[in-house]
């Protein structure tokens, strides 16, 4: 499938961006964003949290996690309707053709987990074992995909904490030198920015990127549970329309009625 752009994502991040500098500028004037910028702030607070990271992580495991911001973006297209037509379709063949005759049918498939499954009754694989086979790599797919997500959260939670410690930090530093009044705008700037940077990354970033992650393996999860239970009912040697319906029930009103909508409208 064809990752494209999601729109939503981007729009989350970019309108964002706009309400807080809207948030600047409407109160102190586009000067005002010079205010928000502080170089030690961004160290502290931006370069604490990724260090904390690195410390939670492997450095494999955190470069590789750090691909997650990128798939939060992507718009897999999941199509539960065109799956479950592919799987009547296959039960329609091994109706009237036998299992056998899946096993062509199985080479040209791009979804190499329904491949696999139909490989695994072709070979005459007891269906117990085919569940096992398939749940196996359905819950190792889960944990990677929650890996990802988890990743995002760490962040989310590392973030806030790395800017009370520069809070912290600016707060010691102004107090060391209270007498010195020209000192106290520079660390107080430090003291609130880092709480301000923390906040983004937690609450502009991480935390949205983790959810949207955790919502694409919702919907990857169930779609491969939908083709674990339609190859298991044709192996079992079902109707079609029986296990049309039961696969249907995976999805919500909604979804069912818009795949009847779209075989009326192709039979038309």
């Known amino acids: 499938m064809v990752s494209l752009m999601d729109i939503a994502s981007l ?13 600047i500028i409407s109160s102190g004037g586009v000067a005002a964003l010079g205010n928000f910028f502080d170089l030690p702030s961004i160290i502290i607070t931006v370069g604490g949290s990724i260090a904390g990271l690195i410390g939670s992580y492997t450095m494999k495991d955190f470069i590789s996690n750090l691909k997650g911001f990128g798939i939060a973006f992507k718009d897999p297209k999941v199509d539960h309707g065109a799956t ?31 491949q696999k499954g139909i490989l695994l009754i ?19 797919m889960d944990e990677r995909h929650r890996s990802g997500a988890t990743f995002f959260e760490t962040w989310a939670t590392l973030g806030p904490a790395w800017g009370m410690i520069g809070t912290l930090v600016g707060l010691v530093n102004m107090l060391k030198n209270l007498s010195d009044s020209s000192t106290i705008g520079p660390n107080m700037a430090v003291a609130l920015l880092t709480t301000l940077y923390g906040s983004l990354i937690a609450n502009w970033l991480c935390s949205p990127i983790a959810n949207k992650l955790k919502a694409q393996n919702a919907v990857e999860y169930q779609l491969k549970e939908i083709v674990i239970e339609g190859l298991l009912s044709i192996q079992a040697g ?11 029930s995976f999805l919500s009103p909604t979804a069912r009625n818009d795949i009847s909508s779209d075989k ?5």
């Open 11 to 23: 729009i989350g991040i970019v309108l964002g961006a706009v309400m807080v500098v809207f948030g």
């Open 238 to 248: 079902e109707n079609p329309r029986v296990i049309e319906e039961k696969l249907k």
């Open 122 to 140: 072709v070979d005459g694989t007891e269906p117990e074992l085919v569940r096992g086979i398939l749940e196996t790599e359905l819950v190792n």
């Open 84 to 114: 479950i037509a592919k799987i009547i379709e296959l039960s329609n063949v091994a109706r009237k053709d036998g299992l056998l005759a899946l096993e062509d049918i199985a080479r040209s498939l791009d979804d190499e987990f329904m």
């Open 264 to 268: 009326g409208g192709g039979e038309a």
